[in-house]
C-alpha cells in the first residue's frame, strides 16, 4: 500500500544572496519555500552564523539560517558546518516536517581549503516500518576531490543504510562531466529523479541561463512521481541555482 506523497525540495541558497551577490533575499527565499509546503527541504551553502554579515545587513536574521528558514513549518532541523571562519561558518541543512530519529555530519574533505561533508539523518514518518535516510550533500569543484567524496559516501552508505531502507541523496554534485551517474548507478543502485521521469538532469546553474546539471535528488526504496524545476518568478531573483521539487511515494 502507497503512503501520501513525501514532497522534496532540495536548494542551494547561496548564503542568501541573488545571483551576484547584489540582494540579501533570506526573507523571499523562507516566503518561497513556505508557499511550496515541502516535506523535506534540502539546502546547501547556508550560514550558520556570520557576525560581519550581521552587523552590516539589516536584515539579517537573530538565528542562524536554518532556523529562519524552518520557522514554524519545520519543527525537525539539522545543520552541518562545512567551512569554519573567523566571522563564523556555512554549510548544508535539512528541514523536515517529520522527527530525525539520528543525524550525523561527516567531514570527507580533501584538503583544508575546501571542507565538505555529508549531513546524514533518518526520519520517521507515521505508518512507516522503516526510517528514511536523507543525505545532504555539496561536493568539491575538483574532479580528485568528488571522486574522494564519491568513495566516502558509498562507504557511508554501505555501512549505515541498510538496502531495504528508503533514501535520498540531494544537493548540489558540481557534476557536469557525468562522472557521479556511473558511480551512484553502479556501485550504490541508486536512481536520479529527472533523469528517470524526463530522460536527462535537470540544468540548474547559473539561474539566468541553466546549463549545468549540477544539482540533483537521487533516491532507492521509493518511485519518484513528479518532478520540476522552480525557475520562474520568484526562483530566478533569489539564488545563482534552480531549486528542484519532486514528490515520491513510498510502500507501507
Known amino acids: 500500500m502507497k ?28 516566503e518561497s519555500l513556505r508557499r511550496i509546503d515541502a516535506d523535506l527541504v534540502f539546502l546547501q551553502e547556508i550560514h550558520g552564523e556570520h557576525q560581519y554579515k550581521k552587523s552590516i545587513i539589516d536584515e539579517w536574521p537573530d538565528e542562524a539560517q536554518f532556523e529562519f528558514l524552518a520557522d514554524e513549518l519545520w ?6 558546518k562545512n567551512a569554519i571562519y573567523e566571522d563564523g561558518h556555512h554549510g548544508n541543512a535539512i528541514l523536515s516536517k517529520y522527527p ?3 543525524w550525523e555530519n561527516i567531514d570527507v574533505s580533501v584538503h583544508r581549503f575546501a571542507n565538505r561533508s ?7 514518518l507515521p505508518g512507516l516500518s522503516t526510517g528514511i535516510h536523507v543525505i545532504c550533500v555539496h561536493l568539491g569543484l575538483l574532479g580528485y576531490e568528488r571522486r574522494e567524496q564519491l568513495r566516502k559516501l558509498s562507504q557511508r552508505i554501505k555501512s549505515h543504510v541498510p538496502h531495504d531502507e528508503p533514501l535520498i541523496i540531494a544537493g548540489d554534485f558540481n557534476d557536469w562531466l557525468g562522472q557521479v551517474e556511473k558511480h551512484l548507478k553502479m556501485d ?9 521521469l524526463t530522460g536527462r538532469h535537470a540544468r540548474t546553474f ?16 521509493m518511485a519518484p512521481e ?9 526562483w530566478k531573483r533569489l539564488s545563482d541555482h534552480v531549486p528542484l521539487y519532486t514528490e515520491f511515494s513510498l510502500t507501507l
Not at 13 to 27: D, E, Y
Not at 75 to 80: N, T
Not at 209 to 217: E, G
Open 3 to 30: 503512503v501520501p506523497f513525501l514532497k522534496v525540495i532540495t536548494y542551494n541558497i547561496h548564503k542568501g544572496f541573488s545571483s551576484g551577490n547584489l540582494r540579501f533575499t533570506l526573507h523571499r527565499i523562507r
Open 75 to 80: 519543527p525537525h532541523h539539522i545543520y552541518g
Open 100 to 102: 530525525f530519529v539520528f
Open 118 to 124: 555529508l549531513l546524514h539523518g533518518v526520519i520517521q
Open 188 to 196: 550504490l543502485g541508486l536512481d536520479e529523479v529527472f533523469r528517470s
Open 206 to 221: 547559473p539561474i539566468w541561463l541553466p546549463m549545468l546539471p549540477v544539482d540533483r535528488m537521487y533516491y532507492r526504496g
Open 226 to 234: 513528479v518532478c520540476r524545476k522552480l525557475q520562474k518568478s520568484p
